[in-house]
């Protein structure tokens, strides 16, 4: 796990991987996923991921985030979007959703105190 500041981290230096993909045409989902459960507990602890941050993190509305979970077993976070375009579509630019991750990457897990 990487090491603790006073501010704290960001959610790529806890998370074991942070992935997106398409799940079907009009919609992508990403997981956060832990290989450590302290890591996981951490950050579902700061309740950094949750609707709202992920909607100010791709500016969209709140309405477009369909699913925003823990899965304790799993060590991991499942979060669905609506896609902006469908899959395939003339303005779209990601047609298999496997680049949309990066704005949770910059999520700031605070510091354990």
């Known amino acids: ?8 981290e960001t959610l ?16 992508i989902t990403f997981d956060v996923m832990f290989d450590d459960a302290a890591a996981y507990r951490r950050v ?8 709202t941050r992920i909607a100010a993190a ?4 709140l309405a477009d985030i369909l699913v ?5 077993a799993a060590l991991a976070f499942k979060i ?5 375009v469908s899959s395939g579509d003339l ?5 298999y959703g496997c ?11 605070p510091a354990v105190s």
């Open 12 to 27: 790529d230096r806890i998370a074991k991987v942070i992935r997106s993909k398409n799940a079907g045409p009009f919609e």
């Open 44 to 51: 579902k602890d700061s309740g950094v991921i949750e609707p």
């Open 80 to 84: 669905t979007i609506r896609r902006p």
């Open 99 to 109: 680049q949309q991750h990066v704005p949770l990457t910059g999520i700031l897990v």
């Open 58 to 61: 791709y500016r969209i509305p």
């Open 68 to 72: 925003c979970k823990p899965f304790d």
């Open 1 to 8: 796990m990487a090491r603790l500041s006073n501010q704290g």
């Open 91 to 95: 303005m779209d630019n990601d047609v």
